[in-house]
Structures are given as structure tokens and as C-alpha cells.
């Protein structure tokens, strides 16, 4: 039989299921409700401040160099008690090294300073020594007279000395004492032979392979009535005596025999009118005591110019093993000023001894 029995729509409701067990939780910041008081974004941390002048106390020890050895421990200081307030803040630390970056290298600006400063004052006392000693050697009014005694007439030249015209040189240029002695005119001492210095002349060419040139310079100045001088300038060379070497082999091989009728036949014929000399004077000499040739001769711009040739029996053999058999030695003065033509030939003739 099948049960029948109605289901009312009032049958008990399933009970609803509890709510698991758990705190309620808590309201979330951002929720739809405003809120008076939201927390900071970023809430501060102790040390920041000193941080931050760390770092820029730091970057002042590098820009200011001069004054990094102050600011520069200031740095550090600060950089050193932000770090024990905290940690996590990059800036102290960037801020200890710049200032120890720059106090080192504040320290090491002031201390090169010194140095410099005290190198300076050394070398400035010292040519003034050399100036003082100089000046006071051999006093003349001709050199106080003229131009700091630099810029010379033909008699002012004449009446002062040596000393007295470098000191007043080094005074109106002001060059390093690196330069002294320069124009002092040291003897010439070369494998091959060796001259007297002259003062005034300088040595310049190559000693060490017997082709040295000993010149005397100046510098000519117009607009004055009389013809100026103007020793140890970088003018011209107004006077010289230069060595030529002749290779055994070269010569050899360009005329075909090393002795001497056949090298001076070429410099008479050859070698002197094709650089422009004329009147030339052939004179059979003795240079240094060995029989030589002699050519007096004109240049244009010239007051004088003499071209000697000597060749020996016995090569010499320098450095580089070069046999040299003989010389062409070019005597010359551009004007009969500082120097008279007879002096410059004279300084050759009575001083080369060969070796």
C-alpha cells in the first residue's frame, strides 16, 4: 500500500551551519569607509637625519677640496652614529666613504702644496745666488747702462764682461737655473780633437761622432742709430766654427782617393762655387800641426768665410766603428761686430789640437 501521506510545506528548515571557529578578523586600511587617522606611508627611522648629513657633508669633502680635511671627518662622524641608530639607510654609508675619500685627498692636495711652495722658494733663492754672485764678479756701467746689459752696442760688448752680461741676461728673462752655464763656453772635447771655449758661444752638432759646431748668436735690432747686439738670444748664428767629418768610405767612394790634393782639388773646383763662394784664395797651411788646406773666400751676407781641409795618414775610428780620414771645417762671422773675423779664424787656429 503506498503511503499516501501528504509533505506539508512547513517541515523543519536544515539548520544553517555555524561559522567556523576563528577570530573575527580585524578591519583592513583601505576599506570602502573613510578613515580619520590612516598610518604614515613610510613611518621615520631614527638616524635618517644624520644620515642624509652624512652624505651631503660627504659630497662638500670632494667639491671643496681645500676644505675637505674639516668637513670631511664631519662626515664620517655622522655616518658612523646614523649607522649604529639603524641600518638599513644606504646614505650613512655612501656619506663615510666620500668623507674619507675626501679627507685623504684634502690632505694629500695640502701636503703637495707644501712641497711645490717649498721647491719654488729653494730654486728662486738659489739663482738669485747664482745672479748676485754673477753681478757682482765684474762690474761694469757699460752693461747697467744698456738695456739690462742684454741689448749691447759694439762698445758696450767690448768694455763689459762675461759675467756681468749673463747675470743681466738671466735677470731681464728669468730662466731656470737649468740654463746656466749654457753660454759659459766650455772647452770642446771630442774623440778626434779638442778646441777652447769661447764665452758666449755655445756647442751645439754631434761631440760624441767629432762634428761639433761652436756658434756664437745674436739678434740685430733696427731703428737705432747704431747697429744693437742682443747676446744669448734665439736669433741667428752670427758667427761659427763647424767640423765636418769625412768617412773613409765616403769619400772613397765619391772621389776615389782619401788624400788630401785630391779633396781640396774638389772643394776648390766643386764644392765652393756651387754654394755660391767667390774670390776664392787656395793657402797651403798647418792646422793643429798637420799640413792642411786652406780657402779664403766671399759670401754674400758674410764679413768673412774660410773653408779648411785636413786629411790624415791614420783614420780615427769612433764609437759607432765610422773611420773618419779627415775634416772640412767651415770658419765664418756675419759681421765685424762682437766678434772681429781675425778672432773667430784666430780661436781656430791657435787652440784645435788633434788627438
Not at 101 to 125: C, R, Y
Not at 231 to 240: I, S
Not at 257 to 269: C, G
Not at 295 to 323: N, Q, S
Request: proline content about 7%; overall charge negative.
Amino acid at each position: 500500500m503506498t503511503d499516501k501521506t501528504p509533505t506539508t510545506p512547513y517541515s523543519s528548515p536544515t539548520p544553517p551551519t555555524p561559522p567556523p571557529y576563528g577570530p573575527p578578523s580585524a578591519p583592513q586600511y583601505g576599506s570602502a569607509y573613510p578613515q580619520a587617522f590612516p598610518p604614515p606611508a613610510n613611518p621615520a627611522q631614527p638616524g635618517n637625519g644624520l644620515a642624509l648629513g652624512s652624505l651631503v657633508t660627504g659630497i662638500a669633502s670632494l667639491v671643496l677640496c681645500g676644505l675637505g680635511a674639516v668637513i670631511g671627518p664631519v662626515a664620517v662622524v655622522l655616518g658612523i652614529v646614523s649607522r649604529k641608530r639603524s641600518r638599513s639607510d644606504s646614505k650613512a654609508v655612501w656619506g663615510i666613504v666620500m668623507g674619507a675619500v675626501g679627507t685623504a685627498l684634502s690632505i694629500l692636495a695640502i701636503v703637495s702644496a707644501i712641497i711645490t711652495f717649498s721647491d719654488q722658494k729653494d730654486k728662486e733663492a738659489q739663482l738669485a745666488k747664482e745672479q748676485d754672485a754673477l753681478t757682482t764678479s765684474q762690474p761694469t756701467e757699460a752693461a747697467d747702462a744698456q738695456a739690462g746689459g742684454v741689448t749691447l752696442t759694439e762698445a758696450g760688448v767690448a768694455a763689459s764682461g762675461f759675467d756681468t752680461a749673463y747675470a743681466a741676461f738671466l735677470d731681464e728673462s728669468g730662466v731656470s737655473s737649468s740654463f746656466d752655464g749654457m753660454f759659459q763656453g766650455d772647452a770642446i772635447d771630442t774623440p778626434c780633437f779638442t778646441m777652447d771655449g769661447e764665452p758666449w758661444w755655445i756647442t751645439s752638432g754631434e761631440v760624441e761622432n767629432c762634428q761639433p759646431a761652436s756658434e756664437l748668436w745674436w739678434e740685430t735690432t733696427s731703428g737705432s742709430a747704431e747697429t744693437e747686439i742682443k747676446l744669448f738670444g734665439g736669433g741667428g748664428v752670427g758667427a761659427a766654427i763647424s767640423f765636418e767629418a769625412m768617412s773613409t768610405e765616403g769619400i772613397v767612394a765619391k772621389l776615389g782617393s782619401a788624400d788630401l790634393e785630391t779633396v781640396a782639388a774638389y772643394a776648390r773646383d766643386t764644392l765652393l762655387p756651387e754654394s755660391g763662394a767667390t774670390n776664392i784664395v787656395e793657402t797651403q797651411i798647418e792646422l793643429g800641426g798637420v799640413p792642411a788646406v786652406q780657402f779664403d773666400c766671399t759670401f754674400e751676407g758674410l764679413a768673412a768665410y774660410r773653408l779648411d781641409v785636413v786629411m790624415f795618414e791614420e783614420p780615427y775610428v769612433v764609437d759607432d766603428g765610422t773611420e773618419i780620414s779627415g775634416f772640412i771645417i767651415h770658419a765664418y762671422n756675419e759681421a765685424e761686430w762682437v766678434y772681429k773675423s781675425e778672432d773667430v779664424f784666430a780661436r781656430l787656429d791657435n787652440s784645435l789640437v788633434w788627438k
